[in-house]
């Protein structure tokens, strides 16, 4: 099975930052890597899929990019109720699914 | 309106045997794959499995084979996570969630299971 390798498990940020976020990929996935955000309590919520489309109703200042093997998922300007764990996903129409190991974003 | 309904908390001893549920609504059921997510207490997401509904194809993730049964009733539009004998370490919370293009767009809020002797 291809893994993903999500870097860094933590990360503290100051509002108006701009925060970055990679995933690996063993192999080659093309663009089949989506991203979500789950704030405390709550069940995910998709933010981006097949690595840089923004999911509709999800605010401008989330992005993704790359394809193959490095993608980057990035919060333009950092607010504070973007305080959530956030996780890379890998599809593969022969499954399994496979999420990343996750990172927590912390305010200063 | 796409929504999924989860049973609700459950606690149980080790050893008894647990099913939890995911009503589905606002769509065809049997036309999508719902699949199973884990979340350990203060841990990431973990999927577990997949099921389709439409022909009860399920595939599992080799870390969960064995250890759950996915099943899915089309005339109620639900689908089943089920222990035959829970563990301690299987205490956590437990999500289902829409498949669709490689995506998980509609989740459910999450059943948490407690097992504690």
């Known amino acids: 099975d291809i893994q993903v390798t999500q870097s860094p498990s933590s990360l503290s940020a100051s509002i108006g930052d701009r925060v970055t976020i990679t995933c690996q990929a063993s192999?080659?996935?093309?663009?089949?890597l989506n991203w979500y955000q789950q704030k405390p309590g709550q069940a995910p919520k998709l933010l981006i899929f097949?690595?840089?489309n923004l999911q509709p109703g999800v605010p401008s200042r989330f992005s993704g990019s790359g394809s193959g093997t490095h993608f980057t998922f990035t919060i333009g300007s950092l607010q504070p109720e973007d305080v959530a764990t956030y996780y890379c996903?890998?599809?593969?129409?022969?499954?399994?699914?496979?999420f990343g190991q996750g990172t927590r974003l912390h305010i200063e | 309106e796409v929504q999924l309904v989860q049973s609700g908390a459950e606690v149980r001893k080790p050893g008894e045997s647990l099913r939890i549920s995911c009503k589905a609504s606002?769509?065809?059921?049997?036309?999508?794959?719902i699949g199973w997510v884990r979340q350990m207490p203060g841990k990431g997401l973990e999927w577990m499995g997949i099921?389709?509904?439409?022909?009860?194809?399920?595939r599992y993730s080799p870390s969960f084979q064995g250890q759950v049964t996915i099943s899915a009733d089309k005339s109620s539009n639900t689908a089943y996570l089920q222990w035959s004998s829970l563990k301690a370490s299987d205490t956590a919370m437990y999500y289902c969630?829409?498949?669709?293009?490689?995506?998980?767009?509609?989740w459910g809020q999450g059943t948490l299971v407690t097992v504690s002797s």
């Open positions: 969630a829409r498949r669709y293009s490689g995506t998980y767009g509609a």
């Open positions: 606002g769509y065809s059921f049997a036309t999508y794959w």
């Open positions: 099921i389709y509904p439409g022909d009860s194809n399920v």
């Open positions: 192999h080659d996935i093309s663009d089949f």
């Open positions: 097949d690595a840089s």
């Open positions: 996903q890998h599809y593969h129409n022969l499954l399994p699914d496979t």
